[in-house]
């Protein structure tokens, strides 16, 4: 198959069209800058810029759909332009351009509402519910996307849950870097149950959704490495691997919610430079349990994580024994 | 005087508001239907009928449920009932019967009709019946009822044999017992004073009733429930019901309830009652006057539910499945069928010939050698020293009391609660009932007051025999029956306590009238029974003799521990305890001569039975482990004991106390030859200690429970063999089935057989029952000394024999085939090793089910335990079953410096090295190991963790839930 992988810059992106390329599909790549991936077609531009995506689409025939603006923080019309609309602009070209399999990677976020997640299955995306911005525009595309699914189109929606590897500057990257200046804290002892996705798994996984696409159409799927940890525990493997000290001090995780709200509120007049530190949503996440009910999505995908926990947590080691020091800031 | 009634028409209850105002009711159940009451007046009914929904269907109805609501509810109350019978019809299964639901609002109630005319039992009872003419309702008919609606369809039942085929009651009665009191909650609305004042001016009534839910009805249900009680004149029929409640015999409605009591108890259809005991009107005392005229009814009490039991529990599933279970659909395959048994490896042996349980008494009554040593006797004066009591005097004790008892109203089928420690009085008690045929209670007072309490009242004993401390508890809690003091006490206590007897009083009492008891009467020697000149069929059923007549009687209700759930009251016949005594006396070879160290109090009551001379070591008997090595020492040199009985609790407590012993008690110890304990798993070295304190001793760790006191037995030397093995094959080549884990418990005793019902991946014991070796599964029990049944949990009956020979052959009448073999689902979980042992390994409620299958808890606790810091270890799921993940929770040894910060917190997450040796001795990919300063355990045993409400506390501290002990 030609397959086209948007948002190919990103740590997921990239390890997608690695992937994909692996198994032996040409690969074309769609994102702003160059991919610098070896072996891949690259293709410029925005999904918000519609002649550019629909050249991108030219021929092929499935896109793996990973383009999108994840942030914590920012205004509504940014999150709709590049996620909602540019998931229209790519379906409709697609479809147009003969394009038979499209995968829409999305967010577990798309269908909870920041209560905590106990062993749940893939709940249908709810706009109205779903907490954050981001969440919020993630929902609309990912039901815009499954609408189109049809005869001769196979719509599938991949969910990892908090993808994780060497190089990632969105999770990583930020726990490292506070870790270090030990303005790490834990929410509540760290105690809540997280499940997240070893970046090599989630890429498998969307994979194994392309190849499965005439059988699972029309459906969504969670994706996680299926091993829960507590935030304690998670973030202590993590630092010990990037060789910072663990988190050592905890706030009560009703005290972060509320220092996130207001954080949340003051922001969004007076934003600063970067992210805020600590958002509402983010508290949420990091102090109630999130972790789902992974048979269904093995079963259905034919698919099984194929690098552990542990073994991830060594690579992330390794990665950071390895790379240049500059690399962390 | 109630208002004058004002006449409004019946109307459909949707018709006074949104749909959405009567959560659970569906429009369409709801109609009116005119009839002529009981008068020949045309009048309306409101009733709630699934007919149309069926026929819609294509379903046609294989019987009737005719449900007849109580004061001041109306036909809302059967909503669920109405819902899950639609549901099944409509499941399509064709196999279910098919079941019509007529619910009615009865006149002057709910949204029926309000005549303005006074209806009293009498009307009811006719109003109902020429509605279900005017309906032409068919058989076979089952009728349903609550509360005053109770008697109102009972009426009904008894009134239509041709069309009855059975009755189901909720909380309800049918009279009131003579000399008692009506209930004081009764009394008072009744006061004529207040009775217009609290049901119909007021909603006082109404809103007492409905805040009486266990737990709290939603507030809308209360609305709905409210909805046709609205005004003053909508609520005349309230009063009215509660003004017919016959106080006594001049009220009109008295010769209509007598009447249908009376013809009540000659009704032989199958009967349902779910009670809710937490009711201040209709007690367990009506519930126990139901089951007199009923006594083949099955039965549930819900300890946590009150009056309104149908709100309080889910019944309508409970009623379907019991319907299910006695009204099968002709051609249905039977039950039998699915449930074969494949063969035993060890056949069953043949049943016991039945012996009666005083049969030693009987014979020794001239042996003046000692029967029962008490090392400090209950009542004496202090270090008054041992008291002995010979075969000849505990016999004549015996009979004496027996005869004491009978003079005293104690009848056989009475129900004798024992509130009396392990000793002398109690064992004199406990073989006085047997032998009169009445019916002993025995709850153990490490129950606590609470369980104790609701196990005595549940069980509705006739008669207490108590301690002071017990009968003062009795008194101040209203527990019921006749009141009997162990000792005599001062009369103004005694009257204070209630207390009409004393065991001495009895003893005199029975002395002067014992005579025809005395000497060799007709249950002592059975072939003199044989009458000359008697008729045939005489003389056949004496050839058995009258012991034989009793031994498939009901002989002793023993309850459960209690650490899961509330007590269950165990139902033993005569001739299974009788079975019982013959396999210990074969297992351990105890029989006249044997001394005995009682240290385990079930098998203490059984040392008459067996002639051997039991002991009771000085020890405080409900806190087992009071039992130091110097009491137990003593008693076994006082009876020159060769067996003895300690649980586990008493056997650590005994370890930790050996320095004291004399030679001469060290010697007394090195004569025992068999040492016996049950209740709990005990370590292996653990018990190499104990060997040490007695050496000539065979170490035996029985399995059993209340329901079976003895089904396996292993030696210390077979338990060590088995660990032996069990490690050796873990070591070996894969491919083999998995290496055992747990607790070795060994091989069947003799008649005993053993099945394992294996678990499917929601950890539900659905398998076919099988000896397999390396499956997990429940283990399920059959033996001739099992229970009979759990006395008035039917639900609980019928879980436990789901699946086996014995749910097909669930007894109908109380005296089911004595050829019928009994099984028995322990809610124990193990697995069979290659050599035929079973290991258990946890409770049933316990296991953990992953995505990737399930888990007992026990093998990686044990694991998890040896590892050096952890005191002790729980293995917990959390998360949906079938997808859920495994917490370790675990206990330090005492707290190092560095933790000791951390063990001050509620809660901690262990260290990473920690939970990384976690991970690697248990094998489980454990999501997350906490740690707390105490696991909480029981009381009784303090050693049982109870996994069940830790789990659930684990779910909510990883949920993000508040940080606290657990």
Known sequence: MRVLVTGASGMLGRTVARTVLES??????????????????DARGSVTDRGAVTAAVEGVDAVIHLAAKVSFAGRAEEFNAVNVEGTRTLVEAARRAGAHRFVMVSSPSVAHAGLSIVGDGARAADPARARGEYARSKAAAELLALEADGPGFSVVAVRPHIVWGPGDTQLIERVVERARRRRLPLLGGGLALIDTTYVDNAASAIAAALDRAAEVHGRSFVVTNGEPRTVAELLAAICGAAGVPAPAWSVPA????GAGGLIERVWSVHPGADEPPMTRFLAEQLSTSHWYDQRETRAALAWQPSVSLDAGIERLRLWYATAPADRLF | MSPKPTLEPASLPHSHGPSGEFPGLDERWSRLVTAPDSAGVSRTWHLLDNLGLLEEAGRTPTGTILAVHGNPTWSYLWRSVLAAATDAALSGEAEHPVWRVIAVDQLDMGFSERTGVDRSLPERVADLGALTDALSVGGPVVTLGHDWGGVVSLGWAVDHPELLAGVMLLNTAVHQPENAPLPAALRLVLQRSLLAASTVRTTAFLDTTLAIAHPALAPDVRRAFRAPYRSTARRAGIGAFVADIPVDASHRSFAELRRVSSAVARLTVPALMLWGPRDTVFSDRYLGDLLRRLPHADVTRFEKAGHLVGEDVPVAPMMLAWLADNFTVPGKATAAALTEVPDSPAPHTAEPAFRPLWATLDERFDDSSAAVVEMAPRGAPRRSGIRTVSWRLLARRVDDVAAGLAASGVKRGHRVSLLVPPGADLTAVLYACLRLGAVVVVADAGLGLAGLGRAVRGARPDHIIGIGTALAAARTLGWPGQKISTTTLPSPVAAALGVTRSLPQLVRLGAATAAPLRGPDLARSPASTVGVGAGEEEAEASAEGPAEAIADTVAAILFTSGSTGPAKGVVYTHRQLSALVEVLRARYDIGPGTGLVAGFAPFALLGPALGATSVTPAMNVTSPKTLTAHAFAQAAQAVDATVAFASPAALRNVLATPDALTTAERTALGRVTTLLSAGAPLPAPLLQRVQALVPSASIHTPYGMTEGLLMTDITLEQILEAEAEAEAEAAGESGAPPAPVGVCVGTPVDGVELRLSALDELGVASGPLSTEPGVTGEIVVSAAHLKDHYDQLWLTDREATRGTP???????????????????????????????????????PHVITTATGILTPVGPEQSTERLPGVRRAAFVGV?????????????????????RRRTRRPVTVAAPELAAEVRRVSGVDVVAVLVVAELPTDIRHNSKIDRSALAVWAAAVLAGGRRQRP
């Open chain 1, 24 to 41: 032996g599909h040409a690969v074309r790549t769609f994102q702003r800058g160059a991919s610098s991936i070896e072996g891949v077609q």
């Open chain 2, 806 to 844: 014995s749910a097909a052959a669930r007894p109908r009448t109380a005296a089911p085939p004595r050829t019928a073999q009994r099984w028995h689902r322990t809610g124990d979980v193990g697995r069979f090793d290659s050599r035929g042992r079973l290991w258990v390994e946890g409770r049933l």
């Open chain 2, 879 to 899: 998360g949906p079953r079938g997808t859920q993940q495994v917490v370790a929770v675990v206990e330090p040894t005492e707290p190092t410096e560095p933790t």
């Open chain 1, 254 to 257: 009703a005290v972060a919610r």
